[in-house]
């Protein structure tokens, strides 16, 4: 089952989006890195879109977004 989070984001002005921020639940956590950007599936989550390799809290993990969606899953 997907976890879909609120994101901020920054749009460039090349049309690139870069996350910011998310929101889990009633808590704000910052992306301290964009690691990696993407196309990619989510093996674990299941669906498709763009793939973000972000460190969060010193923890690695992926952000996708999927058409007009967020959701966050755990990297390995």
Same mark, same amino acid.
């Given at each position: ?23 889990? &639940? &009633? &808590?704000?956590?910052?992306? &301290? ?5 993407r ?22 993990t ?15």
């Open positions: 089952m997907k976890n879909y989070v609120e994101v901020t984001a920054v749009f460039d002005t090349e049309g690139g989006i870069m996350p910011k921020e998310v929101k889990i &639940d &009633d &808590d704000r956590f910052e992306v &301290d890195r964009v690691l990696d950007i196309p990619a599936a989510s093996l674990k989550s299941g669906g498709a879109g763009i793939r973000y390799k972000c460190r969060i809290m010193g923890r690695e992926y952000l996708f977004l999927e058409e007009t969606k967020w959701f966050l899953e755990l990297a390995e």
